[in-house]
């Protein structure tokens, strides 16, 4: 295998996909974890297929709630076609962490070593066309709200049972943030994080 060589063949599914693409919606959706595929070329990546069922490969639902949400409030959609193990679509593209080696105590083989050309093979072929999308549909609107639809597992291995039924994370501006806390609260029977267990 070349690091020349395009990572995906003619007939695999494109970087990502669009869903729900009104053009005068003020909110746009991503999913960055919506897939657990692996492009051909890389076979498994050494884990066993078990596995790649699990968290560690996508967040599973996110898809399912991101095209709810998109149809719901009428907004556009972006979902990563390819599994965060083969590059993380929620890093930057120089985080070594983008390309684990290891995931909730399960090793990734196919991501050892991997050379400056691979990353950037792989970067190429998922994160930049993905991301330039985004960026694409956003455009230069202040005014667009984003959000990043993701899922999480109720216990890593070896770690405490998370409370958490839905977490809101944010920084900087809480504008939308805060109302969104508030209007889950009171819903009065759901457990709901404010930047826990992640920020």
Not at 83 to 91: A, E, I, K, T, Y
Not at 108 to 135: F, M, T
Request: with cysteine.
């Amino acid at each position: 295998m070349g690091d020349m060589e395009d990572l995906l063949t003619a007939d695999e599914a494109p970087p990502f996909e669009v869903v729900g693409a009104r053009s005068d919606a003020r909110g746009l959706l991503v999913c960055d974890h919506a897939s657990n595929r692996i492009p051909v070329r890389l076979g498994d990546l050494g884990v066993d297929a078990h596995h790649l069922q699990e968290h560690i490969a996508w967040d599973i639902g996110a898809a399912q709630v991101t095209r709810y949400l998109a149809e719901w409030l009428g907004c556009p959609a972006v979902l990563s076609s390819y599994s965060r193990l083969v590059v993380d679509c929620n890093r930057y593209d120089h985080d070594p962490s983008a390309f684990p080696q290891v995931s909730d105590q399960v090793p990734v083989p196919g991501n050892r070593a991997l050379s400056a050309a691979e990353k950037r093979r792989r970067l190429a072929a998922i994160h930049e066309p993905y991301h330039g999308k985004i960026a694409e549909m956003l455009g230069d609107d202040p005014g667009r709200v984003l959000f990043s639809i993701h899922t999480m597992t109720r216990r890593m291995r070896g770690g405490a049972e998370r409370p958490q039924q839905v977490t809101v994370c944010w920084e900087r501006d809480d504008r939308l943030a805060h109302p969104l806390l508030h209007m889950l609260r009171a819903l009065g029977n759901v457990a709901v994080g404010d930047n826990d267990p992640y920020a």
